[in-house]
């Protein structure tokens, strides 16, 4: 079964850049869709197809895909943007896989 | 509006069953995929499985396949997950989701949650 691996932490200064990584074997071949969790709240998409932002969701969000590893980047980081952060890919052989989450903490 | 409604939430004990739902609203149900999530307590996301209402096409995560059985009735844009026997190893938030009008696309828009409770 395919397999996505995310740093389970990463922090960040207010005003710096966020970059939350999501590793998986030649994922550059697939597509990454990204999901923001805040607390007691339902996932929000974030980022789908790599790099393309649902309505509403602000420019400072973008995402990258190549190799074997995929980046969400958040600039301009607010003390709103602190969440739980996962990667998503679908899979011929596993179909729909989630990365295990990345708990972004703005300092 | 497009949104998805979930069911309220459950408490339950170990080997009843249950069926909790997800009602669409605000576009064609029977077009777009929807997908049921699993959240433990403190935990990540998982998938258990998608469906597509038009046709009941109906896909399993290994995890979940022969746990759960997920049902959709697109006369009323409702779709279902549900247990014949819980455990208390499923006390989790369930959430549905809509995809797009293939299984690779994102999961756009999520329902409220259902948290269930399995408890003696």
């Known amino acids: 079964s395919y397999v996505l691996t995310q740093p389970p932490s990463v922090s960040v200064a207010p005003g710096k850049t966020a970059r939350i990584t999501c590793g998986g074997n030649n994922i550059g071949s697939k597509s990454v869709h990204w999901y923001q969790q805040k607390p007691g709240q339902a996932p929000v998409l974030v980022i789908y197809y790599d790099s393309d932002r649902p309505s509403g969701i602000p420019e400072r969000f973008s995402g990258s895909n190549s190799g074997n590893t995929a980046t969400l980047t958040i600039s301009r980081v607010e003390a709103g943007d602190e969440a739980d952060y996962y990667c998503?890919?679908?899979?011929?052989?596993?179909?729909?896989?989630f990365g295990g989450g990345t708990k972004l903490t703005v300092l | 509006e497009v949104q998805l409604v979930q069911s309220g939430a459950e408490v339950k004990k170990p080997g009843e069953s249950l069926k909790i739902s997800c009602k669409g609203s605000g576009y064609s149900f029977t077009s777009y995929w929807i997908g049921w999530v699993r959240q433990m307590p403190g935990k990540g996301l998982e998938w258990m499985g998608i469906?597509?209402?038009?046709?009941?096409?109906?896909r399993y995560s290994p995890s979940f396949q022969g746990q759960v059985t997920i049902s959709a009735d697109k006369s009323i844009s409702t779709a279902y997950l549900q247990w014949s026997s819980l455990k208390a190893s499923d006390t989790a938030m369930y959430y549905c989701?809509?995809?797009?009008?293939?299984?690779?696309?994102?999961?756009?828009?999520w329902g409220q949650g259902t948290m269930v409770t399995v408890s003696s």
């Open positions: 989701a809509k995809a797009g009008t293939t299984v690779r696309d994102a999961f756009d828009i």
């Open positions: 998503q890919v679908w899979d011929s052989s596993s179909d729909v896989v």
């Open positions: 469906i597509y209402p038009g046709d009941s096409d109906t």
